[in-house]
């Protein structure tokens, strides 16, 4: 790490933060089981209000964070909420764009688990595991506009047994919509900025109205051109939330729709044998006679570009529509019965136009269209269209019912979901007189390569106590089972060599059961300022059921490889172990007048990691060939300390600061073929060991100044450790304040905020995608300088 960066930072919490260790108030009200409460568009105008804490401490009985609406829209207006998290302890978020939209590049990893590792819910609802080719849910930013999130809660050890996930090893993440407001409000805000950034939000809330009841329905159009080629970023979204309180309970419904188009980025591919590495690999389009020209006569890219060739163009489109229904019975003073009933569908698409002569392609479309010419086929332009289509319809019910006995709460739960998924991989022609573009869908496939489709049903069942021994003391103890029950099915096979050293994809049924994953953790109440917690607790990760690319098992490329791992592998599991305290105080020490934070340490031990490879020659003879299998490698051990807090001095000023560190190991070596890979002591590269952010800020007057740092340290990029990606510091500025010579009438608070992202425009090595093998990585670069200037009013 780079020390002297680490203590100038570190140092400006001083020793008092040290022996206080850090996060947010023990003396705020219990958020265990509820987002923030919302506030008024007034109070959310002040620029120059209170400075809040970066983050706020939950009371529950893990290491469990929140970021409120105010400070993840400080970042950047229209942020995604898991970017706004970048700014927490232990959290290493990285993609191309500034507002985190983009998925195809992007990369999370906390506590040395990866962004699939994770669990992810929105008002409870669950989202999936985040892979970019999704199967079981969709991204926090499609799920809800940002403007409409009320709070983000990381749990960043093991989250609530309740929560609705399959994948769930390293934490959950926990996205909340915000309520409608009391008074009825008209909110609109516009951002313009650097590459024609034109990002606009209205927002109508309808106040309180008839009995008991509130609702807000917005509207959001947001487009960016891409800072290394002539594409745009750009999306619709509209999101609407009725409320009603009465005597029997609370009624909540929620409507989401997203359609979005993003351009994607190709990574650079790093190795000795690599002579051309450039730092970004820019699209042609829509520069077609370019395109053309690229290409020799038989579709062949220039050999000096090597694996770093240039595509025409690649993208992801993406239409969700999201819906849920929650009713929250009052059954009697101390007993409330949840049940909430969701439908999820997703009409998503990857493409990439790309040149014919690469890859492999001449031989599988000589499969296809054997003795022709391939050119002529594809349109005569040397390129094709290659898409992944998927489809998502799912529906789920949760049920949770709590009650409070003596110094008991109990809570009882169900959540149960069916999953419809498909994934069709196609090939079009791409004509040399009617070129396609990124924002078209591509219709009339010369081939469909293979498609398939998965049922999925998943139960999950939790009981947990939390026992009050006396005032000031806590324990909680329970359990969760998951339950899953997939079935795979290839509608289309392959051809005979469409897929190398494969005849079929495999079909079948996969059941995995697990009854008992415990949880036992204990909350003090130390004084009324200061809390002491700690946790352990089991969770496990069902297999992916996704067909045709990834680490599940309806991606291996025959039956005999799948049939093994149905017969011989287990889940992924986790056990974590973590404590710490919670701590926040008013002070009278010179110029320091606050201080809050929390600390806590962590050990996990991670079991059955999966991992695909090439069969030993026993299992070559079993499932006849040499295929690739997956199956388990072994075990990972990680250690780790995150230490977070804010010091306030008096009303004008406040200091943040967040600095952990992480040692993820691997415990065995393992064998893929006939070479046995070293892995046993390696790091678990992608996953940095030392992390330090900070968020400064001031007010002056009526204009609040935030400046934001994030210390990322070097990432191993393959598993063996052989190379590494370096370092990178990042900084933000951001400024807003109240545009008073606007407000009065019919406007009110008129304010803005500039935001400034990449404040020294550093380049570098933003995120690493890890080698399979020694030797080779790739790598997407940090993004350039650029500003955005937000005008916000309310009417």
Same mark, same amino acid.
């Given at each position: 790490?780079?020390?002297?960066?680490?203590?100038?930072?570190?140092?400006?919490?001083?020793?008092?933060?040290?022996?206080?260790?850090?996060?947010?108030?023990?003396?705020?009200?219990?958020?265990?089981?509820?987002?923030?409460?919302?506030?008024?568009?007034?109070?959310?105008?002040?620029?120059?209000?209170?400075?809040?804490?970066?983050?706020?401490?939950?009371?529950?009985?893990?290491?469990?964070?929140?970021?409120?609406?105010?400070?993840?829209?400080?970042?950047?207006?229209?942020?995604?909420?898991?970017?706004?998290?970048?700014?927490?302890?232990?959290?290493?978020?990285?993609?191309?764009?500034?507002?985190?939209?983009?998925?195809?590049? +992007?990369?999370?990893?906390?506590?040395?688990?990866?962004?699939?590792?994770?669990?992810?819910?929105?008002?409870?609802?669950?989202?999936?595991?985040?892979?970019?080719?999704?199967?079981?849910?969709?991204?926090?930013?499609?799920?809800?506009?940002?403007?409409?999130?009320?709070?983000?809660?990381?749990?960043?050890?093991?989250? !609530?047994?309740?929560?609705?996930?399959?994948?769930?090893?390293?934490?959950?993440?926990?996205?909340?919509?915000?309520?409608?407001?009391?008074?009825?409000?008209?909110?609109?805000?516009?951002?313009?900025?650097?590459?024609?950034?034109? #990002?606009?939000?209205?927002? =109508?809330?309808?106040?309180?109205?008839? !009995?008991?009841?509130?609702?807000?329905?917005?509207?959001?159009?947001?487009?960016?051109?891409?800072?290394?080629?002539?594409?745009?970023?750009?999306? @619709?979204?509209?999101?609407?939330?009725?409320?009603?309180?009465?005597?029997?309970?609370?009624?909540?419904?929620?409507?989401?729709?997203?359609?979005?188009?993003?351009?994607?980025?190709?990574?650079?591919?790093?190795?000795?044998?690599?002579?051309?590495?450039?730092?970004?690999?820019?699209?042609?389009?829509?520069?077609?006679?370019?395109?053309?020209?690229?290409?020799?006569?038989?579709?062949?890219?220039?050999?000096?570009?090597?694996?770093?060739?240039?595509?025409? /163009?690649? @993208?992801?489109?993406?239409?969700?529509?999201?819906?849920?229904?929650?009713?929250?019975?009052?059954?009697?003073?101390?007993?409330?019965?949840?049940?909430?009933?969701?439908?999820?569908?997703? @009409?998503?698409?990857?493409?990439?136009?790309?040149?014919?002569?690469?890859?492999?392609?001449?031989?599988?479309?000589?499969?296809?269209?054997?003795?022709?010419?391939?050119?002529?086929? =594809?349109?005569?332009?040397?390129?094709?269209? #290659? *898409?992944?289509?998927?489809?998502?319809?799912?529906?789920?019910?949760?049920?949770?019912? $709590?009650?409070?006995?003596? !110094?008991?709460?109990?809570?009882?739960?169900?959540?149960?979901?069916?999953?419809?998924?498909?994934?069709?991989?196609?090939?079009?022609?791409?004509?040399?007189?009617?070129?396609?573009?990124? /924002? !078209?869908?591509?219709?009339?496939?010369?081939?469909?390569?293979?498609?398939?489709?998965?049922?999925?049903?998943?139960?999950?069942?939790?009981?947990? @106590?939390?026992?009050?021994?006396?005032?000031?003391?806590? +324990?909680?103890?329970?359990?969760?089972?998951?339950?899953?029950?997939?079935?795979?099915?290839?509608?289309?096979?392959?051809?005979?060599?469409?897929?190398?050293?494969?005849?079929?994809?495999?079909?079948?049924?996969?059941?995995?059961?697990?009854?008992?994953?415990?949880?036992?953790?204990?909350?003090?109440?130390?004084?009324?300022?200061?809390?002491?917690?700690?946790?352990?607790?089991?969770?496990?990760?069902?297999?992916?059921?996704?067909?045709?690319?990834?680490?599940?098992?309806?991606?291996?490329?025959?039956?005999?490889?799948?049939?093994?791992?149905?017969?011989?592998?287990?889940?992924?599991?986790?056990?974590?172990?973590?404590?710490?305290?919670?701590?926040?105080?008013? +002070?009278?020490?010179?110029?320091?007048?606050?201080?809050?934070?929390?600390?806590?340490?962590?050990?996990?031990?991670?079991?059955?990691?999966?991992?695909?490879?090439?069969?030993?020659?026993?299992?070559?003879?079993?499932?006849?060939?040499?295929?690739?299998?997956?199956?388990?490698?072994?075990?990972?051990?990680?250690?780790?300390?995150?230490?977070?807090?804010?010091?306030?001095?008096?009303?004008?000023?406040? +200091?943040?600061?967040?600095?952990?560190?992480?040692?993820?190991?691997?415990?065995?070596? /393992?064998?893929?073929?006939?070479?046995?890979?070293?892995?046993?002591?390696?790091?678990?590269?992608?996953?940095?060991?030392?992390?330090?952010?900070?968020?400064?800020?001031?007010?002056?007057?009526? $204009?609040?100044?935030?400046?934001?740092?994030?210390?990322?340290?070097?990432?191993?990029?393959?598993?063996?450790?052989?190379?590494?990606?370096?370092?990178?510091?990042?900084?933000?500025?951001?400024?807003?304040?109240?545009?008073?010579?606007?407000?009065?009438?019919?406007?009110?608070?008129?304010?803005?905020?500039?935001?400034?992202?990449?404040?020294?425009?550093?380049?570098?090595?933003?995120?690493?995608?890890?080698?399979?093998?020694?030797?080779?990585?790739? *790598?997407?670069?940090?993004?350039?300088?650029?500003?955005?200037?937000?005008?916000?009013?309310?009417?």
């Amino acid at each position: 790490m780079n020390k002297k960066l680490s203590a100038v930072c570190f140092a400006a919490l001083s020793l008092p933060m040290l022996a206080m260790a850090a996060n947010v108030a023990a003396a705020v009200a219990d958020m265990a089981d509820a987002p923030a409460v919302e506030t008024a568009p007034e109070i959310e105008a002040a620029a120059a209000a209170p400075i809040a804490t970066v983050e706020v401490a939950t009371r529950k009985t893990r290491s469990s964070v929140e970021l409120g609406k105010l400070e993840m829209q400080k970042i950047l207006p229209g942020i995604n909420p898991l970017k706004a998290l970048q700014t927490l302890p232990g959290v290493s978020f990285q993609t191309a764009d500034p507002w985190g939209n983009n998925e195809q590049n +992007l990369s999370l990893f906390i506590h040395g688990f990866s962004g699939q590792q994770l669990g992810y819910t929105m008002d409870g609802v669950p989202l999936g595991d985040q892979q970019y080719g999704n199967y079981n849910g969709l991204s926090p930013q499609r799920a809800i506009t940002s403007e409409n999130v009320g709070s983000v809660i990381l749990s960043s050890g093991a989250g !609530d047994l309740s929560t609705a996930s399959t994948s769930n090893l390293g934490g959950t993440i926990e996205t909340f919509s915000s309520n409608p407001l009391p008074n009825r409000n008209v909110a609109v805000q516009q951002t313009v900025g650097s590459y024609k950034t034109s #990002r606009t939000f209205v927002r =109508f809330d309808t106040g309180n109205f008839g !009995d008991g009841n509130s609702a807000y329905i917005s509207g959001v159009h947001h487009e960016q051109k891409a800072w290394d080629f002539a594409g745009r970023q750009g999306g @619709d979204q509209i999101n609407a939330k009725f409320i009603n309180n009465s005597s029997l309970g609370k009624l909540t419904l929620y409507v989401a729709y997203s359609d979005k188009i993003e351009p994607n980025e190709d990574s650079t591919v790093r190795s000795a044998s690599e002579k051309y590495q450039p730092y970004t690999r820019p699209f042609m389009y829509p520069n077609f006679q370019q395109a053309l020209s690229y290409l020799s006569a038989t579709g062949g890219t220039p050999a000096a570009d090597g694996n770093n060739y240039r595509n025409y /163009y690649s @993208d992801a489109q993406r239409t969700d529509y999201l819906t849920y229904a929650k009713f929250d019975m009052n059954l009697g003073e101390n007993t409330t019965w949840s049940n909430q009933i969701y439908y999820h569908n997703d @009409d998503g698409v990857g493409v990439v136009a790309g040149p014919i002569g690469v890859a492999g392609l001449p031989a599988l479309f000589a499969v296809y269209f054997p003795g022709q010419n391939l050119k002529q086929v =594809f349109g005569n332009s040397g390129f094709a269209t #290659r *898409t992944t289509e998927y489809a998502i319809n799912r529906n789920g019910w949760l049920s949770t019912l $709590t009650t409070e006995i003596g !110094d008991h709460k109990l809570q009882g739960g169900l959540w149960l979901e069916h999953n419809r998924s498909s994934a069709y991989r196609r090939w079009y022609a791409l004509d040399v007189n009617n070129p396609s573009s990124p /924002y !078209d869908r591509p219709g009339n496939p010369l081939i469909t390569q293979y498609g398939s489709e998965i049922d999925n049903k998943v139960a999950q069942l939790h009981l947990q @106590d939390e026992w009050r021994v006396r005032p000031d003391l806590a +324990l909680q103890a329970g359990f969760k089972s998951s339950l899953q029950f997939a079935d795979g099915q290839f509608p289309v096979q392959p051809k005979n060599g469409a897929i190398a050293n494969s005849t079929a994809l495999p079909v079948g049924e996969i059941i995995t059961k697990k009854w008992f994953l415990p949880q036992i953790g204990g909350r003090w109440d130390i004084t009324a300022q200061d809390q002491a917690f700690f946790n352990v607790q089991k969770n496990m990760r069902q297999f992916v059921t996704y067909g045709g690319g990834g680490a599940s098992p309806w991606s291996l490329s025959s039956q005999g490889a799948f049939d093994l791992f149905k017969s011989t592998a287990k889940p992924e599991t986790s056990i974590t172990y973590e404590a710490g305290v919670r701590t926040s105080h008013k +002070l009278d020490l010179g110029g320091v007048t606050a201080i809050d934070g929390q600390i806590n340490v962590y050990h996990v031990d991670f079991k059955d990691r999966l991992l695909q490879i090439s069969p030993t020659s026993v299992i070559s003879s079993i499932i006849g060939g040499n295929l690739a299998v997956l199956t388990n490698v072994g075990s990972v051990k990680t250690d780790g300390v995150d230490l977070s807090g804010t010091v306030h001095f008096g009303r004008n000023f406040s +200091l943040y600061n967040a600095l952990s560190y992480n040692q993820s190991k691997y415990d065995n070596n /393992y064998v893929s073929g006939k070479d046995t890979v070293l892995t046993s002591g390696k790091k678990v590269p992608g996953s940095p060991e030392w992390m330090d952010k900070f968020v400064a800020t001031a007010n002056v007057a009526d $204009t609040e100044f935030q400046l934001i740092g994030d210390y990322v340290g070097k990432r191993y990029a393959t598993y063996t450790n052989d190379l590494e990606v370096s370092s990178y510091f990042l900084t933000s500025l951001s400024v807003s304040g109240k545009l008073p010579f606007l407000n009065g009438g019919w406007l009110k608070n008129a304010r803005y905020r500039l935001n400034i992202t990449n404040l020294t425009d550093r380049k570098g090595d933003l995120n690493v995608v890890v080698g399979a093998a020694s030797g080779t990585y790739n *790598t997407f670069p940090i993004a350039p300088r650029q500003g955005f200037l937000t005008l916000m009013a309310d009417f």
